[in-house]
Structures are given as C-alpha cells and as structure tokens.
C-alpha cells in the first residue's frame, strides 16, 4: 500500500520550499522593478497555504519509503511544482492561458528552454528572474536539492534518487546519501557563482549575467533576450559560454574527482566524457568545412557558429546565436540527431545520455561478432567494468519506450494538423529538453501558435524525457498499483 498521507508530509514540504525560493524573485522586484511583484507575491502566499494544507492532512514518516512510493512521489513532485510554479506566470498578461504558462512552467523546471513567448523581452524582470531561476532549480532535480535540505525521507531517500536519477551511474562519492547530496550541491553553486562573474566581466550587466547563469549551468535555454545570445554580439561571451555548457553537461561524479578529490585527469580519462567531447569536436568540424566551402563564410565565424551551436544542442541547453532553420539540410540534420545524444549522465544535459549510446554500439558490435562466431561467448564491457545482461536488456526497453512515446507523440501533433517536419521537431526537443527545433517551431519562432492539445502533449513528453521515461510510465501500470 501506498502511504498517501506520508506523501503528502513530503509534498508539503517541497510546496514550502517553493514558496520560500520565490522569495528570491519577489525581493528582486520588490527593491528593484515594481512589475511582476504581485504575481509572485500572490502565488508565494497560494503555494505557502497549499503546503500547510498538505502538512495538516498529513502523516509523520514512521518508516523509510519503498521503492513504488519513491517513484510515485517522485512524478507528483513534477506535477505540482510546475503546477505551483507556473501562477506567477498565469496571472501575468503575458500569458493569455493556463496552459501556455503550465506549458512555460514545466520547459522551464525541465531545462527544456521552450517558450510561447513571442516578446521576452516585454515580460517584468521579477518574471524573467523567474522563468531563469526555474531551471537552475531543475537543473541538479527538484528532488536532489529538496533532499538536500528535507533530510526527513531518510534512507528511503535512496529511492527518490534512483528516480530522479534513473540513468546516472550507481556509485555514490560518499558513503552516506546526505553527504553525497550536499557535496553535489557545493560543485553547482560554486559553478554557478564562476558562470556570473565571467560573464559579468565579459560584459553582461547584472540581471542579463545572473539569468544566462541559471541557464547555462542548468543547460537550459531561457534567455533575457528575445534573440538569445545573438544579441550580445560578443565572441566573447560565445566561448565562454561553450565552455560553461560543456562543463555543465559532463557528470558530477567527474567534477567531484576534479575538483573535489583533485584527480586532474578525471575529465581525460573517462571514456564517457572523451567521447561525448569527441562527438562535439567531430560535429563543429564538419559543419564548418560546409560553412566555409558551401556559403563561403569566414573561417572563425564559421567555426564558432558551428561549435556554439552544436555544443547547445548537444548538451540540451537550447541557447541560440543564429537562426540554424536557414542552414543547409545536411546541418540541421546533424542537429536534429544530436538532439538525441545528448551530455553525460549524472549531469543538467538532455537527451538519451553519451553512455547510453555508447553502450548501445557495443551491444550491436557484439551482435555482429556473435553471427560471425556463433559458439563465441563475448561481454559488452564500458570502461574496466563489464555490463550485466539485465542493464543491457534495461537499456533496450528504455529506447523501445523513448520510439514508442516519440512516434505516439508525433502522430498525436500531426492529427491536430500540425505540419510533420515540426511535429517531429518539437516532440523531439521536447523529450530531449533541447527547447527550439525546426519547422515553426524554430530558433527564431516559439511553440506558442500550437493547438492546446499539443502543448499538453508536449509537457507530458518534457516531464517524461526529464525522468527518463520508465519513472513516469510505471505508474500507469496496472502491475504498480496491484497489491
């Protein structure tokens, strides 16, 4: 049985924990901008009365949660924070409906970076603030931060992690799960506090810095600007910040080593992240040769078009410094399939994660070997560890069910009448948490002019991939609710 009320003492507290972070924002407007103050402030007092409902209603936790408690509180978390999260938003002119602000709201906890915001830049600061902040708060998960501070769930924390985390390496840095958690914790702020001060220093005044920090250490997308990093016009600023979205996209274990442990030639030797800055490396190469022989551009511009934007994809970041829908085919189709990779895991990027695909490609390796040498017995190893068959078996269903949602999803988008090239798009993006895609759905276009319908297809799809799938999908299972 699924204990509901000690479910609800943790939802509680999270809702709390909302309403304390949107503090944060609301001071912002409070000293600084008058507008989008009351929005914030209405909805910290809404989120505040909930959380204490919820705790009334509640139970203490007497034993630590089980594994089908965990998970279930785990999606309601991602339920209702962005349920929560999205009333400053819904209560501003900005946004004409409650689904385009849940829409807004769930892209945002998510790290997507979509918008149905045709003018960014019209939207109050304090709600800018905001939208920006939602992503640094779901960068390292609502759940890994929220246990961080929430120690009451115990061991059965574990769980929560497992969920949140589901593809992430089990091996923990400390012994202790808190300990972990903390640690994790310090290396995010400490990220996050070098992205502001570089970008302060490269010229960004403080608002801009502080929003494009939440971004970029999340790998976001939301910027303060309606043209994204294009409107800064600063080569600058475009290293700098394709540097802090590779950092950000390689797994925290490795910067722990780093930086932590101080063993410098973490970032070197792991083959997860030799390969996924191989992939980055490779990808920006080829695009630029196309750039310079095809339209004939200057080769340093070329180069840092190509890699910015191939390191924002790849990474799920979604960050923008030109309108990629005008490339040449083959280009945009190297994106869209980057768009699948994604970072490491055990990191704020997207997508399937680098060790995945990896792993994927030994497996097939040793089918090939397999119908050579039939009575060859062979083992699928990544690094010096060899892979269960039961992890090789978890990783084919998790791409069956990634196909299954992605193909559910665009044939859901094109029956509303949405056009093939950007049902594909943007439910890929979607799933992935990459933000902008192509068709209409474009770097210089949003998702505002979609059918309502498919918005709500579209949040299901972000909620899913930011899990990754099974965590979501478990829980309309017959066999979760049996008992």
Not at 192 to 198: C, I, Q, R, T, V
Not at 214 to 225: I, K, W
Not at 273 to 300: K, M, N, P, Q, W
Not at 459 to 480: D, H, K, N, Q, W
Request: glycine share 8%; aromatic share 14%.
């Amino acid at each position: 049985m699924i204990r509901y009320r000690a479910i609800a003492r943790i939802l509680s507290q999270f809702l709390l924990a909302l309403a304390a972070v949107m503090l944060i924002p609301f001071g912002y407007g409070y000293f600084i901008s008058a507008d989008g103050v009351w929005e914030i402030g209405i909805t910290a007092l809404i989120t505040t009365t909930s959380g204490i409902i919820l705790w009334l209603v509640s139970s203490p936790i007497q034993r630590d949660f089980t594994q089908r408690e965990g998970l279930f509180l785990v999606v309601l978390i991602w339920v209702f924070i962005p349920l929560f999260g999205c009333l400053p938003l819904y209560f501003s002119p900005q946004f004409p409906s409650f689904t385009d602000s849940f829409f807004e709201s769930v892209s945002g906890f998510t790290t997507t970076g979509a918008t149905v915001l045709t003018d960014i830049e019209s939207l109050p600061e304090p709600l800018q603030l905001w939208r920006c902040f939602s992503h640094w708060l779901g960068g390292m998960g609502i759940v890994l931060l929220g246990i961080a501070i929430l120690p009451l769930v115990g061991h059965g924390g574990m769980h929560l992690y497992r969920a949140e985390f589901s593809g992430a390496k089990s091996e923990k840095l400390k012994p202790r799960f808190l300990e972990t958690v903390v640690s994790l914790g310090k290396i995010y702020l400490g990220l996050s506090l070098s992205a502001f001060l570089l970008l302060r220093v490269l010229g960004m005044s403080y608002f801009d810095a502080i929003c494009h920090t939440f971004s970029v250490v999340a790998t976001g997308g939301f910027s303060s600007r309606n043209t994204s990093i294009a409107s800064f016009s600063n080569p600058a600023i475009e290293y700098t910040i394709i540097f802090l979205m590779m950092l950000s996209a390689i797994s925290f274990v490795q910067h722990y080593r780093f930086w932590v442990e101080r063993r410098l030639r973490s970032f070197f030797v792991d083959i997860e992240t030799r390969f996924f800055l191989c992939i980055i490396a490779c990808a920006s190469l080829v695009l630029t040769v196309l750039f310079v022989f095809y339209d004939g551009t200057v080769l340093e511009a070329a180069f840092r078009s190509a890699l910015f934007q191939i390191t924002s994809i790849t990474t799920g970041t979604g960050f923008t410094t030109e309108n990629f829908a005008l490339w040449h085919p083959f280009a945009q189709l190297v994106l869209l399939v980057l768009m699948f990779a994604g970072g490491c895991t055990g990191s704020t990027a997207g997508g399937m994660k680098i060790s995945r695909v990896l792993l994927l490609t030994r497996v097939v390796s040793r089918e090939f070997k397999r119908m050579v040498e039939r009575r060859g017995i062979f083992t699928v190893r990544f690094g010096n560890a060899v892979i269960p068959e039961t992890t090789i078996q978890s990783l084919l269903n998790l791409v069956y069910i990634a196909l299954f949602i992605n193909l559910t999803s665009c044939m859901l988008l094109t029956a509303m009448g949405v056009d093939v090239l950007t049902s594909i798009a943007a439910v890929v993006a979607s799933m992935f948490n990459v933000g902008p895609g192509l068709g209409s759905v474009g770097p210089t276009q949003n998702y505002g002019h979609l059918p309502t319908l498919a918005k709500w297809v579209l949040s299901f799809c972000m909620i899913a991939g930011r899990l990754e799938f099974y965590t979501v999908l478990v829980i309309f299972t017959p066999s979760f609710w049996r008992k």
